[in-house]
């Protein structure tokens, strides 16, 4: 069993669409991070949450901390071309950094 | 500035061959990382060098060895490769410590036949 649960694995949609993806766990955690990655290339690091209940807005990505620390969600608003990749959250236990296993996203045009 | 490199892109290896990957940074971090990406599972840490001169093992150490070379390079050995270890892998960097940001490199893409 995964640390981190994502949630859909995969998600295809029209350009325009709004989508959120959840990234969950049994545990509490200190703070989240969210990654994206593109084909062919490493994760980039869009954001990271600290306290439960935070909101964080990066364009049209909008990320939240669930208030007991143990969720996240990231929600896109009219989703481009652009935002296709995998995504990725993290956290810091056990002195390292964990994954969940991404959520794919495709953006059609 | 061009971060992390790493070396070489893509490699093919046939099963008990060995080969070093190279990694780079320029960034004056502390901290350095080899991941593993297999489909479905995310990236998952294989060792990592919390600073110059340590090195530690994460949750997928079995079949591997690193070197921290100096501050700046982070090599990955397999000394025996095994099909299972075909996968993409990365190598990281961070400042202080992996609460902090990590910036990841390209990726190498090794395929064990």
């Known amino acids: 069993t995964q640390l981190l649960e994502q949630s859909p694995q995969f998600l295809s949609i029209q350009e325009g669409e709004n989508l959120t993806v959840y990234c969950n766990s049994s545990?509490?955690?200190?703070?989240l991070q969210w990654y994206r990655q593109e084909p062919g290339e490493g994760p980039v690091l869009l954001v990271t949450?600290?306290?439960?209940?935070e909101v964080k807005k990066l364009k049209r990505l909008t990320f939240q901390f669930g208030d007991a620390r143990k969720d996240s969600s990231l929600h896109i608003t009219a989703a481009q071309p652009g935002d296709t990749g995998l995504y990725l959250c993290?956290?810091?236990?056990?002195?390292?950094?964990?994954f969940g296993g991404g959520t794919r996203l495709m953006v059609k045009p | 500035n061009a971060g992390v490199t790493q070396t070489p892109k893509f490699q093919v290896l046939k099963t008990g061959q060995s080969m070093t990957l190279q990694c780079a940074q320029d960034?004056?971090?502390?901290?350095m990382y080899w991941y593993r990406q297999d489909p479905g599972m995310g990236l998952r840490l294989i060792y990592y060098?919390?600073?110059?001169?340590?090195?530690d093992k994460g949750e997928v150490p079995n079949g591997y060895n690193v070197s921290r070379l100096n501050k700046r390079e982070f090599s990955l050995r397999l000394e025996s490769a095994a099909p299972s270890q075909t996968s993409v892998y990365f190598c990281?960097?961070?400042?202080?410590?992996?609460?902090?940001?990590?910036?990841f490199g390209p990726g190498t893409r090794l395929t064990v036949t």
């Open positions: 990281a960097s961070s400042d202080i410590g992996p609460i902090y940001e990590q910036y």
């Open positions: 993290a956290v810091f236990a056990g002195n390292m950094l964990t």
């Open positions: 949450v600290v306290t439960g209940g």
């Open positions: 545990s509490v955690f200190s703070s």
């Open positions: 060098s919390a600073s110059e001169g340590t090195t």
């Open positions: 960034m004056n971090h502390n901290s």
